[in-house]
């Protein structure tokens, strides 16, 4: 059989079950069954493949780092970030976007999820930021550019999709570790960028909290966060695997949102689980499409044929990571972000580690370009749910989050070109 005709086979049947709007993991499963039944490969390595693809260790991690994050965005911690955030930042010109940027910091700590981030912050700063006299695209703008750091800042379960993707070789405590001071780059970036649209546009300085207060603000936002210091604290220190720190996570964030707080009724586990249950096993489903897929990629050797034709463009690892984020950031456009890790992690890693970048450094390179993708028309997931919480239209919503989208670019630029800024806290605890 000839290997052109079954890469294009697998790559155009793809295209086009996309196209006629057949879900990801179908479309996946879908192209690599074409593809072996002209290989006239027997169709149980499919199944086979996939049973393998989910029958790991770590993806247990995965579970409950969503329904901690359900958990928690389902009652009011993320008001509580939000007040801690105020005290910190509030007070300056302009000051309800800098608590926006930073309370997406700290939820993404909990959360993970660009998406439950924009939601959770979202519904609360953009009706907050409305009522202060903030323009409506500008609120839409700042909150769903700021909750990309979800896609970068620990514990993210996209960073472990990347570590599945990769084969499991990585090590997800490193990648935690590298998400960190990128995590804290991009807030800065986006706070500056924040301040200087709020005095262009003559916002006005944000009300100082009063101090009798702040104790009480300050204990209810260190609570809240200790679900991420349970997560990456047992992980760094190595008492807990990722997947014993997410079981413990969920048992915190249950006791503290109905048991502490009670900030809703017990009755709503259920609809928690439910709701967790439905992304689980949608994530699942993807990873073992991704595996059957993988599979084919790795049969037809496409990561090694990919890895050629780009050193033979050129042999510098300057040129070839910029052609990387063109390719990633173009992607990120139509598709979603987890599907993508799943696909295009097995075909470039091969390529970024033969011009000696190291997969934890590209790890956060490429969940910052797909993080980026989830802003972009048609598909942007977080801008259209922006868009809804806000009330605005698409449109709009995109004019006000380009100043953002030139910042989080340039920030993705730095951090692919100055690996150190990635890789200064895994190579510290190695």
């Keep these: ?23 990801i993991s179908l479309s996946l499963a879908g192209s690599s069954i074409l593809t072996l039944l002209y290989l006239k490969v027997p169709l149980a390595t499919v199944g086979q493949t996939m049973i393998q693809g989910m029958n ?6 995965i579970p409950f780092f969503i329904l901690a994050g359900q958990i928690m965005s389902e009652g009011r911690m993320a008001l509580r970030l939000i007040n801690m955030a105020q005290v910190i930042v509030g007070a300056i010109r302009g000051g309800l976007a800098m608590v926006n940027c930073v309370a997406c910091m700290f939820f993404g700590n909990i959360s993970g999820s660009a998406v439950a981030d924009v939601s959770s912050i979202g519904s609360v700063m953009i009706p ?5 006299g903030y323009d409506t695209d500008y609120t839409v703008g700042v909150t769903v550019s700021a909750s990309i750091q979800g896609v970068v800042v620990p514990p993210s379960h996209n960073l472990v999709l990347y570590s599945l ?19 804290i780059i991009l807030c800065l970036s986006l706070m500056v960028t924040s301040y200087i649209i709020a005095v262009r546009r003559g916002y006005q300085k944000g009300e ?19 679900t991420a210091v349970i997560i ?3 992980i760094f220190t190595g008492w807990f695997t990722a997947t014993e720190s997410g079981a413990l996570a969920c048992l915190y964030a249950f006791i503290l949102t109905f048991l502490v707080y009670r900030d809703i009724p017990l009755r709503r586990m259920g609809v928690i689980l439910k709701r967790t249950l439905r992304t689980v096993s949608m ?46 950031l173009l992607l990120g456009a139509p598709m979603d972000m987890a599907p993508l890790i799943m696909i295009m992690t ?18 956060i390179i490429m969940m910052l370009n797909l993080g980026i993708g989830l802003l972009t028309p048609p598909v942007g997931t977080v801008l259209f749910v922006g868009a809804a919480i806000g009330n605005t239209s698409i449109s709009q919503a995109t004019r006000a989050m380009m100043p953002f989208f030139y910042v989080l670019c340039i920030v993705l630029l730095v951090l692919t070109y100055i690996p150190e800024l990635v890789m200064w806290l895994p190579n510290k605890f190695k």
């Design 232 to 234: 990456l604290g047992g």
């Design 165 to 183: 993707a990769a084969g499991g070789g990585i090590s997800i405590t490193s990648l935690f570790l590298a998400g960190i001071v990128p995590g």
């Design 346 to 363: 097995p075909i470039l890693l091969p390529v970024v580690t033969a011009i000696g970048v190291d997969p934890v450094h590209f790890g």
């Design 56 to 61: 790991s260790y770590s993806l247990l991690t």
């Design 128 to 132: 907050m930021m409305k009522k202060k």
């Design 1 to 23: 059989m000839d290997t052109s005709t079954a890469i294009w086979i697998l790559s155009i049947s793809f295209v086009l079950l996309v196209l006629l709007r057949f879900p």
């Design 208 to 226: 100082a909290v009063p101090m009798s207060e702040v104790p009480k603000i300050i204990r209810d936002g260190l609570l809240s966060m200790m």
């Design 283 to 328: 994530v699942l489903f993807l990873i073992a499409a991704s595996a059957s897929f993988g599979y084919v990629l790795a049969f037809l050797k496409v990561p090694a044929l990919v890895t050629e034709w780009m050193l033979s463009i050129s042999d510098s690892p300057i040129i070839i990571l910029l052609i990387i984020n063109i390719l990633l």
